[in-house]
């Protein structure tokens, strides 16, 4: 979409980005200064089993802005070693999205890239005494893994000799054995503080066809163990992921110690001949707190369940938080960038409001959207001393604050639609607009006055008639008098129908996932999130571009809906109205 809109000036060292100067960003100027790195290289690491949400966009923002401050690189990694969640059509959206953002990676990675080496790798733990097969069921290992307070237990399976170890890892590999029988794990220290390093398993058993790597493999590695090793092979310097992964951090360095890859080379052969390069880091994980934001959902279960629910219309529903969505409702790259840019990085987990998130899109369009005219909840106003069929041509700027976006030409006419709400017969106190009897200025066309009021049987009003004053064109002596309102309109003889979906927050309540009501987020979404009205363009903003944006003067932020608009047919969605008007919850 930023093609669509209006370049922005190149930065300049004045208005340059100050530098930012987070704790890992400290930590990255460190270890270059230092030499510890010459070079600093990081990845974004999504699993293929969703599409990526603004929570997501976090990490990417600081993975690969990081990556591009220090002239470093950063790979795109799937992390696809759980095939039974993953799916072809995820790994399309989430390249889509990153590229979308404005990023492009290094490499494309696939966990399931070095299935060969993980598993030599786990031969090797075995042969150096350092992992064991282990038969116990699942809820064994629960009983034996003890909790905060008591140290676990030793599994009985955990002395096997090394060549029955292999042996059995072997036939694993082979599929010899039916899901969930045995387990591969790390021989560590059952009474470990941290319950991660007590024996944690790092090969499954899993009859499941892979999406990669098809039914090549009936044993996939673990997260922790598959994350650290997948870091250490691609050189990875700085590995950063969320808080929760804090008490990880000594089982990821275990992984990549004992493994070792670079005294290795045996292990990292199936890479040479897959024509991947040979690197073996040692790769530093960092943690950071992970965005949230009120008003939202943003685990991907109930993203999903959203969608398949029907309770949203798919994960592009410009409601959801998910980055195509975002992308639908009308965000831009540059938003979510300055988004990302204000939320900052740190271990403090905080909760973001979501008026941070709209603060940021509105500010990004207001200097890229042009400005145009649209009438939302059309009324007729008829301006009875012009002649039938009066029609005649207007030049507006396209912005007001930016001379080089130029100007457009409005058609005007006779009869015009102006906003409902712009009309009131009986104006509470304060009222600046239109009202029986008093006068209005027209955006750019003169100064109006309602004369009479048509209404039909049940006392709704459906029309206005009235007159414009010729005296007070603009540019005339008689367009200087003061007049309390200007009001935004256009011609009805040229205007052109549009679909306008009108989005708001998709839940009602800051918390939707809070449970302890009773109640689920199913019950808190909001029913006046999706309007759909009927309302009318000017010429110049129904021959849009899927994508474009606009101001639509005094009511909002609207983008020509991705995939159904047309100029023949135009729908747009309203991104963010102009200003923060949010009540509920
Ligand atoms: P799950 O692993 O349960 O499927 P996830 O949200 O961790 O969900 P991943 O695809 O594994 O999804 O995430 C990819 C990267 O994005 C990880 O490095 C993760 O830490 C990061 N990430 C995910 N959610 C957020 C968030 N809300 N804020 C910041 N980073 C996030
Ligand atoms: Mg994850």
Redesign the pocket.
């Known amino acids: 979409m930023s093609e669509n809109l209006h370049p922005t000036a190149d930065a300049t060292p004045e208005n340059a980005p100050a530098e930012k100067r987070d704790f890992i960003r400290q930590i990255v100027r460190e270890d270059l200064a230092s030499g510890k790195h010459t070079a600093i290289k990081t990845r974004?690491?999504?699993?293929?089993?969703?599409y990526?949400?603004?929570?997501?966009?976090?990490?990417?923002c600081?993975?690969f802005g990081i990556a591009g401050e220090f002239s470093g690189v950063c790979n795109l990694r799937f992390?696809d070693t759980n095939p039974a969640?993953e799916d072809p059509e995820y790994v399309a959206a989430?390249q889509d999205d990153v590229r979308w953002l404005g990023f492009e990676w290094n490499e494309l990675r696939h966990a399931s890239d070095y299935f060969e080496a993980y598993y030599l790798a786990a031969e090797k733990l075995i042969r150096d005494g350092k992992a064991f097969v282990c038969d116990l069921s699942a809820e064994e290992v629960r009983a034996y893994r003890g909790n905060l307070t008591e140290p676990g237990r030793n599994s009985p399976y955990r002395e096997r000799s090394v060549e029955e170890n292999l042996d059995l890892f072997r036939r694993m590999r082979a599929g010899e054995f039916p899901d969930g029988t045995r387990t591969l794990r790390a021989k560590i220290d059952m009474a470990s503080g941290n319950i991660n390093l007590r024996d944690p398993a790092i090969y499954r058993i899993k009859h499941v066809e892979h999406q990669n790597t098809g039914n090549a493999w009936p044993i996939y590695p673990m997260?922790d163990f598959a994350h650290a090793l997948g870091d250490a092979l691609e050189g990875i310097t700085h590995s950063?992921?969320?808080l929760?992964?804090e008490d990880h951090r000594p089982l990821y360095d275990w992984c990549v110690d004992n493994v070792d890859f670079a005294h290795d080379d045996a292990l990292t052969q199936p890479l040479v001949d897959k024509g991947l390069p040979r690197e073996a880091a040692k790769p530093r994980q960092i943690e950071?707190?992970?965005?949230?934001i009120n008003y939202t959902v943003?685990?991907?279960?109930k993203l999903m369940a959203l969608v398949t629910e029907n309770l949203v219309d798919g994960w592009d529903d410009p409601r959801m938080p998910t980055l195509q969505g975002l992308r639908r409702r009308g965000y831009t790259p540059a938003a979510m960038r300055l988004f990302a840019e204000r939320v900052g990085i740190s271990k403090q987990n905080s909760l973001i409001d979501f008026s941070v998130l709209e603060g940021a899109l509105r500010e990004v369009l207001d200097s890229a959207a042009p400005r145009r005219m649209a009438v939302i909840d059309p009324l007729k106003l008829v301006l009875t001393n012009l002649p039938e069929g009066h029609a005649e041509t207007l030049t507006f700027s396209n912005h007001p604050k930016d001379e080089s976006f130029g100007t457009r030409e409005m058609p005007f006419g006779r009869e015009l639609w102006i906003e409902r709400e712009d009309f009131a017969e009986v104006p509470p106190k304060g009222w600046k607009r239109l009202v029986p009897g008093g006068e209005i200025r027209l955006r750019g066309a003169g100064i109006a006055r309602v004369d009479e009021v048509i209404k039909d049987a049940d006392g709704n009003v459906v029309e206005l008639r009235g007159w414009l004053d010729p005296e007070s064109r603009p540019g005339m002596e008689g367009a200087n008098r003061k007049v309390k309102g200007t009001i935004h309109w256009v011609s009805a003889q040229h205007a052109v129908e549009a679909e306008i979906r009108l989005y708001d927050r998709l839940f009602s309540v800051q918390n939707p996932d809070d449970e302890s009501e009773g109640k689920t987020y199913r019950d808190y979404l909001n029913p006046e999130s999706r309007k759909v009205v009927t309302g009318y363009l000017e010429p110049a903003a129904a021959s849009a571009t899927p994508e474009q944006s606009f101001q639509f003067e005094r009511t909002g932020y609207f983008v020509a809906d991705r995939h159904d608009h047309t100029a023949a047919k135009p729908v747009f969605n309203r991104s963010v109205t102009l200003r923060d008007t949010w009540t509920a919850g």
């Open positions: 974004f690491p999504p699993e293929p089993n969703g990526l949400h603004i929570g997501h966009a976090k990490s990417i600081l993975n992390d969640r989430i997260y950063l992921c969320t929760e992964f950071f707190s992970r965005l949230n943003m685990s991907k279960r």
